[in-house]
């Protein structure tokens, strides 16, 4: 990518705002993290076992992209994507047309503060870059577990994270947008003190992702 390029993307991501995607330079940032985010989520949603007909959830959905991944792997459950963005959910949407028509999906607008779900309703559960702006996210964590069934998984996965070698562009993201940036020590800690049973970390060693698994 050419410094131009780099240029124009930074344009687009402070106009579309990543915390809450709004008008069309947020349209194109979403397609873009469609893309840019693709081998990331894969890596994440490699530590599912699929039985095929799980309820899953999407917390976070933006452009739609993990919906979509995730939608390969239900043939007799059901898919429900949750942003608190409307132009996220009208995107999500798009992007999932064929699976809503079918039934087979549903994108709702809605906030991790207070979840639209009932209890127990979630087999499965992910958020893709989205935890650092949930507003209160080891609160929001509790919010989570309510939804995801007894012996549910939810995975947090995400590239920013607080570990040694963070570039100066990461840390000033962290800075401008307050991004809540904990360490894998405190995931566990936050995962646990939400009542999650079990968490296990994972990290990807060449890219130095993160997965949060927990398990109620």
């Known amino acids: 990518m050419t410094n131009d390029e780099m240029i124009q993307q930074k344009k687009i991501t402070n106009a579309g705002n990543p915390a809450k995607p709004t008008g069309e330079a947020g349209e194109k940032m979403l397609a873009r993290m469609n893309e840019s985010h693709a081998a ?3 890596w994440g949603l490699s530590f599912f076992h699929w039985q095929g ?3 899953v959830l999407d917390i976070g959905c933006g452009g739609g992209a993990n919906l979509r991944r995730m939608s390969a792997h239900i043939k007799n459950g059901h898919l429900t994507g949750v942003d608190y963005a409307k132009t996220s959910v009208d995107t999500s949407r798009q992007t999932n ?11 709702c607008e809605g906030s991790v503060e207070a979840l639209p779900f009932a209890d127990d309703a979630f087999d499965k559960i992910t958020t893709v870059e989205s935890f650092y702006f949930w507003p209160t996210p080891p609160e929001n964590l ?5 939804v995801l069934k007894k012996g549910g998984t939810f995975l947090l ?3 920013i994270y607080d570990h040694p ?3 100066e562009e990461v840390q000033e993201n962290i800075k401008n947008y307050r991004l809540y940036n904990p360490t894998p020590e405190t995931f ?3 995962f646990r003190a939400a009542g999650f049973s079990a968490v296990t970390i994972h990290i990807e060693d060449e890219h130095g992702w993160i997965c949060v698994e927990g398990v109620k």
Do not use: H, P, Q, W
Request: net charge negative.
């Open 188 to 190: 566990e800690t936050i």
């Open 97 to 107: 047309a064929a699976d809503i028509a079918a039934g087979k999906m549903t994108v």
């Open 157 to 159: 996965i995400a590239e």
């Open 53 to 55: 007909d799980e309820n």
């Open 165 to 167: 070698g963070l570039s």
């Open 40 to 42: 990331l989520t894969a």
């Open 142 to 146: 509790k919010e989570v577990r309510r």
